[in-house]
C-alpha cells in the first residue's frame, strides 16, 4: 500500500484563542492537503494542541480553573475556528492525551537507558513566556531575543539531552539533503546556527517550579519541557510505540509546515532527537513567513492580532482563504492592512471571477433557456483560451508541490481574466443581436469550460464557492480530480444552469471598517498630507534581495542585460537598461534589491520578471546593493 502524503502543523499553544497568523499556517497546509487529495495522493493532515508549560498554567491560574479544563475551553475553540475556516485535518491531537503521555514516557526511558539523557546543574536567564533558558550573549539589551520581554536568573539542577552529541550528524544529513530544510534561506540560517558548538537542551523542569507537563519516569520530582513533549507528537500521532505497522505505513512526514520562528526547535532539536532514538527525520521542514503588521510581527503579545472569527463573519471563509494564500509569498514576511485585503478580494474574487460567473451564466440564461450549448468548430480565439487554461492547470502541478502557492493562484488568475478578456474580444452580446447563435454557442460553451477548469483549480483554495460554481454549471456533485482540468471541452452540454446570486458581493471599504471597528479596534492609520503618500500604498511594494547568478548582454539591444536572479526560492529574468554602466561579469554574485511583486513585462522583446532598484545622475547609474551578506529572498522593510 502507497505510503500517504503526510503533512503538520506545529501544534499550537493554548493560552488564547487563535489569531490570523495560526490560520495562516493551518489554511495552508489544508490548501496543499487538498491539492495533493485531489491529484490522487492518499493525504495525512495532522493538526493540534499543545497543552503543558507555564505559560498555560498561569493563563489557567488566572481565570481560576485547572490547567486542563482551561485546555479544554481552548481546545474545542481551535476545533470549531478550523470548522469555520473548512481545515479537513484528519487527526487533531491534543498533549495531554493519554496515548501521547505514554509514548513520551516510553522515548524519555528509552533516552535515558541509552544514555542520552542525564541530570546537570545549570545556570541560566530563564525567560517564562518562552518558556527558554538562554546564555548571557545571548540576550539582546538584557531581554529575551525571541519575545524581547525581561528575564530571571536560575540556577538548578535538571536533565539535558545530549543534542551536541548529534551536531555533526545534522551538519552532514542538511548538507546532503537539500530538500530537508526549506526555504534555502532558512536552510542557510540553520547550518550558520551549526557553526557554532551545539549546546546539550534542557529537557525538564523541577515540580517545586512547574508541575504542569509530563512526570519523567525515571525521576518524579520532575516533569518534561514542554518542547521536548510537544515535537514527540508528529511520531505519536501515528502510532508510535505501540503501532508500529501505522507508525512504520505513514513516516516519515513529508512535510512539517510552521512560521519561521520556531524553525530551529524543528530544523536542530528534533531530528537529534529522532537520531537518537534511531527513527529517521522528516522529508522537509518548511517555514513560512510571518504576517506582519506595520512591520511588526502579528501576535496576541503585540496587541495587532487580527481576528478570525470577526473576519469570517464579514467576509467569508473561502474569501478569507484566498487572500491569505493570494497575497503572501510562503517564504517571506507579508503585510497585512484591512485595505490590501478588501482589494484583493474586490479585484480578483469579485470583479473577475465572480464577474465572469454571473456573465457566462446570465448570457447562457438569456440565450439557451438557462442550458448549456452544444459548441460548434473552434476557432484561433478558442484555442488560445484552451492552452490558457493547459497553462495554469501544468503551473498549479508544478507550483504547489514547490511550495509557490500564490504564483500556482496567479495562474489561475490569468485564466479567468484571460476568458474575460475572450468574451470582450468574441463579443457574444453582438453574436446575440446579429442572431449568430451557432458562434454564439462555442463561445459561451468554451466560457464556461473555462469556468469548469477555474473551479478545479481554485477547489482547494475555495471549497465552498468553487462547489457552488460546479452546482451553477449543472455539475453532478462528485469528488474533483486535478486530472480533469487538463482536459478541454468536457463540460456536458444541455445541462441546465443556475445563474444565482453574485459569488462574492462587492466591498464597500468604508462601511466594512465601520463594521470592523464597532467590534473590534481598526489597525491605525497613517495621516497623509498634500504631495505625500499613505504607508498604506508604499507597503504594496514588494521588495525583496536576490543574487545575480548570470548575467549577459541582450542580443540586438545595446542597453539591456539580462539578469538571472536568484530569489531564494525561484530563480527570474530581470531585464535592465545598465549596460553602459556596467559589464555583466561585475554583476555576477552581488546581491541586489529587486521589486518582486511585478507584472511580467516585455522590454525589447525580453521578458522581465521584476525590477531591480538603481540611482543615477545621468552620468553615472549605480545599482542598489545592501552592507553585508543577507540570504536571497529577504525581504525588504
Given at each position: ?10 501544534l499550537?499553544y ?18 496543499i492537503a487538498?491539492y495533493?487529495r485531489i ?8 493538526t493540534?494542541?499543545?497543552?503543558h508549560g ?10 481560576g480553573l ?13 476545533k470549531?475556528?478550523?470548522?469555520m ?5 484528519d487527526?487533531f ?9 505514554s509514548a ?12 542520552e539523557?542525564?541530570q546537570?546543574?545549570?545556570?541560566g536567564w530563564y525567560?517564562?513566556?518562552?518558556e ?8 539582546v539589551?538584557?531581554?529575551?531575543p525571541?519575545c524581547k520581554r ?6 538548578e ?12 550528524w545534522?551538519i552532514e544529513?542538511?548538507?546532503a539533503?537539500?530538500?530537508f530544510?526549506?526555504p534555502e534561506?532558512?536552510?542557510n540560517?540553520?547550518?550558520g ?17 512547574l508541575?504542569?507537563?509530563i ?10 519541557y514542554?518542547?521536548?513533549?510537544a515535537?514527540?507528537n508528529?511520531?505519536t500521532a501515528i502510532?508510535?510505540?505501540?503501532q ?7 513516516w ?12 530551529t526547535t524543528?530544523?536542530?532539536y528534533?531530528p537529534?532527537?529522532?537520531h ?12 513560512h ?15 495587532n ?14 474569501a478569507?482563504r ?8 510562503i ?8 485595505e ?24 447562457i440564461?438569456q ?10 468548430a ?9 492552452e490558457v487554461?493547459?497553462k495554469?492547470a501544468?503551473s498549479?502541478?508544478?507550483?504547489i508541490?514547490e ?9 489561475v488568475?490569468n485564466?479567468?481574466?484571460?476568458t474575460n478578456?475572450?468574451l ?9 443581436k ?24 481554485f ?6 464557492s468553487?462547489?457552488e ?7 453532478e456533485?462528485k ?13 456536458p452540454?444541455n445541462r441546465?444552469?443556475?445563474v ?9 471599504e468604508k462601511a ?5 471597528e464597532?467590534k ?7 495621516e497623509t498630507?498634500e ?6 500604498h508604499?507597503?504594496?511594494i ?5 543574487r ?8 540586438n ?23 553602459p554602466w556596467?559589464?555583466?561579469?561585475e554583476?555576477?554574485g ?5 521589486v ?10 525580453y521578458e522581465?520578471?521584476?525590477m ?16 553585508g551578506?543577507?540570504?536571497?529572498g529577504?525581504?525588504?522593510?
Amino acid at each position: 500500500m502507497e505510503k500517504p502524503f503526510y503533512i503538520t502543523t506545529p501544534l499550537y499553544y493554548v493560552n488564547d484563542n487563535p489569531h490570523l497568523g495560526h490560520a495562516y499556517t493551518t489554511v495552508l497546509a489544508d490548501t496543499i492537503a487538498r491539492y495533493r487529495r485531489i491529484a490522487g495522493e492518499s493525504v495525512f493532515l495532522l493538526t493540534g494542541t499543545d497543552e503543558h508549560g507555564q505559560k498555560v498554567a498561569e493563563a489557567a491560574s488566572a481565570r481560576g480553573l485547572t490547567p486542563k479544563q482551561h485546555c479544554d475551553i481552548y481546545v474545542k475553540n481551535f476545533k470549531n475556528f478550523w470548522q469555520m475556516l473548512q481545515i479537513q485535518y484528519d487527526y487533531f491531537i491534543r498533549t495531554t492525551d493519554k496515548e501521547h503521555i505514554s509514548a513520551v514516557k516510553k522515548a524519555l526511558q528509552i533516552l535515558w537507558e541509552a544514555g542520552e539523557i542525564y541530570q546537570s546543574e545549570y545556570s541560566g536567564w530563564y525567560c517564562t513566556p518562552c518558556e527558554r533558558f538562554w546564555t548571557e550573549k545571548d540576550l539582546v539589551g538584557g531581554l529575551c531575543p525571541d519575545c524581547k520581554r525581561p528575564v530571571k536568573e536560575l540556577t538548578e539542577k535538571n536533565y539535558f539531552f545530549r543534542m551536541s552529541k548529534h551536531q555533526e550528524w545534522l551538519i552532514e544529513h542538511i548538507k546532503a539533503n537539500p530538500e530537508f530544510i526549506q526555504p534555502e534561506s532558512r536552510r542557510n540560517e540553520i547550518l550558520g546556527f551549526l557553526r557554532q558548538p551545539l549546546n546539550d537542551l534542557c529537557i525538564s523542569r523541577p515540580k517545586d517550579r512547574l508541575s504542569w507537563g509530563i512526570e519523567l519516569p525515571f525521576d518524579k520530582d520532575f516533569v518534561c519541557y514542554v518542547w521536548f513533549d510537544a515535537l514527540l507528537n508528529y511520531i505519536t500521532a501515528i502510532g508510535w510505540p505501540e503501532q508500529m505497522g501505522k507508525f512504520e505505513y505513514h513516516w516519515p512526514a513529508d512535510v512539517h509546515l510552521m512560521a519561521k520562528d520556531i524553525v530551529t526547535t524543528h530544523a536542530v532539536y528534533w531530528p537529534t532527537m529522532l537520531h537518537a532514538l534511531g527513527i529517521e527525520p522528516p522529508k522537509t521542514v518548511f517555514s513560512h513567513g510571518w504576517w506582519m503588521v506595520e512591520e511588526v510581527k502579528m501576535g496576541k503579545s503585540m496587541g495587532n492580532a487580527v481576528p478570525i472569527s470577526k473576519l469570517i463573519d464579514l467576509l467569508g471563509c473561502d474569501a478569507l482563504r484566498y487572500f491569505l494564500i493570494r497575497d503572501s509569498v510562503i517564504s517571506n514576511d507579508s503585510q497585512f492592512s484591512y485595505e490590501s485585503m478588501f482589494r484583493r478580494i474586490n479585484t480578483d474574487l469579485a470583479n473577475d471571477l465572480g464577474n465572469l460567473a454571473s456573465r457566462v451564466l446570465g448570457l447562457i440564461q438569456q440565450n439557451f433557456e438557462g442550458v448549456i450549448p452544444v459548441p460548434r468548430a473552434a476557432t484561433s480565439e478558442e484555442t488560445a483560451l484552451k492552452e490558457v487554461a493547459l497553462k495554469a492547470a501544468e503551473s498549479i502541478r508544478e507550483d504547489i508541490w514547490e511550495f509557490r502557492l500564490s504564483r500556482g493562484l496567479e495562474a489561475v488568475n490569468n485564466l479567468v481574466c484571460e476568458t474575460n478578456r475572450y468574451l470582450e474580444r468574441t463579443a457574444p452580446w453582438s453574436l446575440a443581436k446579429q442572431g449568430e447563435y451557432e458562434r454564439l454557442a462555442t463561445v459561451l460553451y468554451n466560457a464556461a469550460e473555462a469556468l469548469r477548469v477555474t473551479s478545479i483549480l481554485f477547489w482547494p483554495v475555495m471549497p465552498d464557492s468553487c462547489d457552488e460554481i460546479r452546482r451553477r454549471l449543472g455539475i453532478e456533485k462528485k469528488a474533483i480530480e486535478l486530472d480533469n482540468a487538463f482536459e478541454w471541452g468536457i463540460l456536458p452540454s444541455n445541462r441546465k444552469i443556475v445563474v444565482g446570486q453574485p459569488l462574492f458581493p462587492r466591498i464597500d471599504e468604508k462601511a466594512m471598517m465601520e463594521k470592523i471597528e464597532g467590534k473590534e479596534p481598526a489597525l491605525p492609520e497613517t495621516e497623509t498630507t498634500e504631495g505625500l503618500i499613505d504607508i498604506g500604498h508604499f507597503a504594496k511594494i514588494k521588495l525583496a534581495l536576490g543574487r545575480v547568478l548570470d548575467c549577459s548582454n541582450a542580443p540586438n539591444a545595446d542597453k539591456l542585460l539580462l539578469l538571472k536572479v536568484d530569489l531564494g526560492t525561484e530563480i527570474r529574468q530581470i531585464v535592465a537598461g545598465i549596460a553602459p554602466w556596467y559589464k555583466p561579469e561585475e554583476l555576477i554574485g552581488r546581491t541586489i534589491v529587486i521589486v518582486i511583486n511585478l507584472a511580467p513585462a516585455k522590454i525589447r522583446g525580453y521578458e522581465s520578471q521584476g525590477m531591480l532598484l538603481a540611482a543615477g545622475t545621468g552620468d553615472c547609474v549605480r545599482v542598489l546593493t545592501i552592507d553585508g551578506e543577507l540570504p536571497p529572498g529577504t525581504s525588504i522593510r
